[in-house]
Antibody, heavy 121, light 103 residues
Framework: QLQLLQSGAEVRKPGSSVRVSCQIS????????IDWVRQAPGQGLEWLGAIIPVSGATKYAQKFLGKVTISAEESTTTIFMDLRSLTSEDTAHYYC??????????????WGQGTTVTVSS | IVLTQSPGTLSLSPGERATLSCRAG???????SAWYQQKPGQAPRLLISAASNRAAGVPDRFSGSASGREFTLTINSLEPEDAAVYFC?????FGQGTRVQIK
């Protein structure tokens, strides 16, 4: 059964960067996207971007261009999300989730457990 | 795209029907629409994709439909475990959520 296993909680200072990983367990790299979604405390959901693991093709939300980079490492079936120039507004739960076969998001069926990123001085 | 969910909160008794609305600010393709359920401390769970396709394992009391710029999630015969926040999604945008409370 496909599972997405995310890395542990992170604490960072403002201005720094963070990398969150998402390992695909029980599956392989294929043409289904891995998307990243975040949720600030007590807030709604926000889509950051997505990658097609087998090709490395990516798409980002306009708001996160230059802020987020998503990459894939086939040898470990792991997807990475790098977030830079952190501010307190980046404090959130970050989720990876499996989408469809298009980089246009619409239906995320399997979700990781979430990774808490806290930005504090 | 702006998505507006209504109502903000719905308080109903077990056995009643819940109707949740998600209205888009412009014409959209419902191929890329979805509904999620989120309970406290959990990741969202996909309920419906492409406006009306129920995800695997989702009880058939959950159903979705679409017309014009609005898509709707209906929960027939509410059960206590349906208490959650429900989010709609269209392309890259999520709605702000509807909280369903069970009396």
């Amino acid at each position: 059964q496909l599972q997405l296993l995310q890395s542990g909680a992170e604490v960072r200072k403002p201005g720094s960067s963070v990398r969150v990983s998402c390992q695909i367990s029980g599956g392989t790299f294929d043409t289904y996207t891995i998307d990243w979604v975040r949720q600030a405390p007590g807030q709604g959901l926000e889509w950051l971007g997505a990658i097609i693991p087998v090709s490395g093709a990516t798409k980002y939300a306009q708001k996160f261009l230059g802020k987020v980079t998503i990459s894939a490492e086939e040898s470990t079936t792991t997807i990475f999300m790098d977030l830079r120039s952190l501010t307190s507004e980046d404090t959130a739960h970050y989720y990876c989730a499996r989408g469809g076969q298009s980089l246009t998001p619409g239906g995320l069926g399997v979700w990781g457990q979430g990774t808490t990123v806290t930005v504090s001085s | 795209i702006v998505l507006t969910q209504s109502p903000g909160t719905l308080s109903l008794s077990p056995g009643e029907r819940a109707t949740l609305s998600c209205r888009a600010g412009q014409s959209v393709s419902f191929t890329y629409s979805a509904w999620y359920q989120q309970k406290p401390g959990q990741a969202p769970r996909l309920l419906i994709s492409a406006a009306s396709n129920r995800a695997a394992g989702v009880p058939d009391r959950f159903s979705g439909s679409a017309s014009g710029r609005e898509f709707t999630l209906t929960i027939n015969s509410l059960e206590p475990e349906d208490a959650a926040v429900y989010f709609c999604q269209q392309y890259e945008t999520f709605g702000q959520g509807t909280r369903v409370q069970i009396k």
